[in-house]
């Protein structure tokens, strides 16, 4: 009975088998659940990392945008033809530098007083808290004024010139940690000094404040997200993640920053003219990395070279030489065309040399009979000679001078008045 009570169906209390065979076995359903709810949190980390380590290519890492990474926009100061530059410049500083390649379309107002530049460039940059160089893109457009006060030389430069500019430059790096947008607007004004036709020397200065915008990417904290946003306990099933899920995650893990900031720059420029139509440009300039003052100091040197495609506007030529690429037909309708015309003198044409005037008189005027001079007496001469009949066939004698009587205008003729006559019907009676 003993063996019975001890090995039959109802086990000793206390014994340690009983407690085992007392414990349930889990069901099916919690073995489902617990592995939909481990699937879940895989996918829900899964869509986490791949949202936010996309979105850490597009956007900084950590927060380094700076002002003071956009291009120099000014690439000539001669605004007295339209003309195309290309340049190199390259920027040093300490552990790191920028190099840029530029590219100008520059358009010239006529009067030479206004050049309009827009400029395309290529830029790379490394630092040496990154492993990585950005590469990006900028683009510019500048206004460049050009105010003489002193002579001009024969070739149109100005001996001493104001240049104010105003523009802007977008420009956009990208790499792995540092990407980041800076939109600069840039005020600044040089001084071009042209001692010599050949050379011109410009100091500048440029204040560019600009907008700059930054991102921080934070890690992503799953332990506040609520299970039951995602997983039924009833049906045991994982909820689909949407869109909103995706950029919600997004928006709690990236915070986008945006920061205000003035860079300045200084610089020298020295061009030389080889020709009207060619000029060799030097570049040497001071700026940061950073607001004005502030950051590593950075040197730029580089050079370009301006070819004009277009001829010098002729308001900036001397006079003599302000028509010499003008076409006859333009000078006259110029010529005629000046509004001081009224005030010219009145043309006095000699009838015997340029012929019979345009300008009609009534026809058939009276004929006049010019009066004869007062003469003395003459003196006693001895009688004439019997005259000599004339062989036949001559020509009579033509009257003396005192005795000629100027014939009348042919009927339908015109005569010089003394008005003033067109320029154009000037020449063409002329020849």
Same mark, same amino acid.
């Given at each position: 009975?003993?063996?019975?009570?001890?090995?039959?169906?109802?086990?000793?209390?206390?014994?340690?088998?009983?407690?085992?065979?007392?414990?349930?076995?889990?069901?099916?359903?919690?073995?489902?659940?617990?592995?939909?709810?481990?699937?879940?949190?895989?996918?829900?980390?899964?869509?986490?990392?791949?949202?936010?380590?996309?979105?850490?290519?597009?956007?900084?890492?950590?927060?380094?945008?700076?002002?003071?990474?956009?291009?120099?926009?000014?690439?000539?100061?001669?605004?007295?033809?339209?003309?195309?530059?290309?340049?190199?410049?390259?920027?040093?500083?300490?552990?790191?530098?920028?190099?840029?390649?530029?590219?100008?379309?520059?358009?010239?107002?006529?009067?030479?007083?206004?050049?309009?530049?827009?400029?395309?460039?290529?830029?790379?940059?490394?630092?040496?808290?990154?492993?990585?160089?950005?590469?990006?893109?900028?683009?510019?457009?500048?206004?460049?004024?050009?105010?003489?006060?002193?002579?001009?030389?024969?070739?149109?430069?100005?001996?001493?010139?104001?240049?104010?500019?105003?523009?802007?430059?977008?420009?956009?790096?990208?790499?792995?940690?540092?990407?980041?947008?800076?939109?600069?607007?840039?005020?600044?004004?040089?001084?071009?000094?042209?001692?010599?036709?050949?050379?011109?020397?410009?100091?500048?200065?440029?204040?560019?404040?600009?907008?700059?915008?930054?991102?921080?990417?934070?890690?992503?904290?799953?332990?506040?997200?609520?299970?039951?946003?995602?997983?039924?306990?009833?049906?045991?099933?994982?909820?689909?993640?949407?869109?909103?899920?995706?950029?919600?995650?997004?928006?709690?893990?990236?915070?986008?920053?945006?920061?205000?900031?003035?860079?300045?720059?200084?610089?020298?420029?020295?061009?030389?003219?080889?020709?009207?139509?060619?000029?060799?440009?030097?570049?040497?300039?001071?700026?940061?990395?950073?607001?004005?003052?502030?950051?590593?100091?950075?040197?730029?040197?580089?050079?370009?070279?301006?070819?004009?495609?277009?001829?010098?506007?002729?308001?900036?030529?001397?006079?003599?030489?302000?028509?010499?690429?003008?076409?006859?037909?333009?000078?006259?309708?110029?010529?005629?065309?000046?509004?001081?015309?009224?005030?010219?003198?009145?043309?006095?044409?000699?009838?015997?040399?340029?012929?019979?005037?345009?300008?009609?008189?009534?026809?058939?005027?009276?004929?006049?009979?010019?009066?004869? =001079? &007062?003469?003395? /007496? $003459? +003196?006693?001469?001895?009688?004439?000679? #019997?005259?000599? @009949? %004339? =062989? &036949?066939?001559? /020509? $009579? +004698?033509?009257?003396?001078?005192?005795? #000629?009587?100027? @014939? %009348?205008?042919?009927?339908?003729?015109?005569?010089?008045?003394?008005?003033?006559?067109?320029?154009?019907?000037?020449?063409?009676?002329?020849?």
């Amino acid at each position: 009975m003993r063996e019975q009570e001890v090995c039959g169906d109802n086990p000793v209390e206390g014994s340690g088998l009983g407690e085992q065979r007392s414990q349930p076995a889990p069901s099916a359903d919690d073995e489902h659940a617990r592995r939909d709810q481990r699937a879940f949190f895989r996918r829900i980390r899964a869509v986490a990392v791949s949202a936010v380590g996309l979105l850490a290519l597009l956007v900084v890492k950590p927060a380094s945008a700076r002002p003071g990474t956009h291009p120099i926009v000014t690439s000539t100061w001669d605004a007295r033809a339209s003309s195309v530059v290309l340049g190199y410049h390259h920027g040093s500083f300490s552990g790191g530098g920028f190099n840029i390649v530029s590219y100008h379309a520059n358009f010239s107002s006529t009067s030479g007083l206004l050049s309009a530049q827009f400029g395309l460039y290529y830029e790379n940059y490394r630092n040496k808290d990154t492993t990585n160089t950005a590469h990006g893109m900028a683009a510019s457009a500048n206004a460049v004024f050009n105010v003489p006060v002193a002579r001009r030389f024969e070739n149109g430069l100005p001996l001493v010139a104001i240049n104010p500019y105003i523009g802007a430059v977008p420009t956009v790096l990208i790499a792995g940690e540092r990407n980041y947008i800076t939109i600069p607007v840039v005020l600044g004004i040089g001084v071009p000094v042209t001692p010599s036709k050949y050379i011109s020397i410009v100091p500048w200065f440029e204040l560019s404040p600009g907008v700059n915008l930054d991102t921080v990417i934070k890690p992503y904290d799953l332990s506040n997200e609520k299970l039951e946003n995602y997983y039924d306990a009833q049906t045991g099933k994982l909820r689909d993640i949407t869109s909103d899920d995706v950029e919600r995650i997004v928006r709690k893990s990236v915070e986008l920053k945006t920061s205000f900031a003035a860079g300045f720059r200084g610089g020298l420029d020295l061009s030389l003219h080889a020709s009207d139509y060619f000029d060799f440009n030097f570049k040497a300039a001071m700026s940061s990395v950073g607001g004005a003052f502030d950051g590593p100091r950075v040197l730029y040197l580089g050079g370009g070279i301006s070819w004009r495609w277009d001829n010098i506007v002729p308001a900036v030529l001397p006079s003599d030489k302000r028509l010499l690429r003008e076409s006859c037909d333009a000078v006259e309708e110029r010529f005629v065309s000046c509004p001081n015309s009224s005030n010219w003198r009145k043309i006095e044409a000699d009838p015997a040399q340029s012929g019979p005037s345009s300008i009609n008189t009534p026809t058939n005027p009276a004929p006049t009979t010019p009066s004869q =001079p &007062a003469s003395p /007496a $003459p +003196a006693p001469s001895p009688a004439p000679a #019997a005259p000599t @009949p %004339a =062989p &036949a066939g001559s /020509a $009579p +004698a033509a009257p003396s001078s005192l005795d #000629a009587v100027p @014939p %009348a205008a042919p009927s339908g003729t015109t005569t010089n008045v003394g008005a003033f006559e067109p320029t154009s019907q000037l020449w063409q009676t002329v020849q």
